[in-house]
């Protein structure tokens, strides 16, 4: 099993162009989403974001910390996403 960081990481979206990886996304992204393995680590990560905000005190650098924390979190929720875009993308060439 391959680990896609981002979308550029993507074989079946390389060398095409900006609207056709749109098109290309466009056509599966309701059957990517339809996984819980996608949505879940969104909303958990919504859910620890919005708990942190509410239980933790004030104390120096907290906006530092939130944003980094945020930006790591958010690249791992994605993992699953770009790895069923990429299962549907390569299902929907073979079907070409």
Excluded: C, E
Excluded at 16 to 43: C, D, E, S
């Amino acid at each position: 099993m391959n680990i896609y960081w981002s979308q550029k990481d993507i074989p079946a979206l390389k060398g095409l162009t900006l609207q056709a990886q749109t098109a290309a996304k466009k056509a599966v992204i309701g059957k990517v989403w339809r996984h819980w393995q996608v949505w879940l680590p969104f909303v958990l990560q919504a859910v620890a974001y919005i708990l942190f905000l509410v239980f933790v005190p004030q104390f120096p650098y907290r906006f530092f910390v939130v944003v980094l924390a945020v930006l790591f979190t958010v690249k791992l929720a994605a993992l699953p996403f770009n790895h069923y875009l990429q299962h549907y993308l390569s299902q929907d060439d073979h079907k070409s």
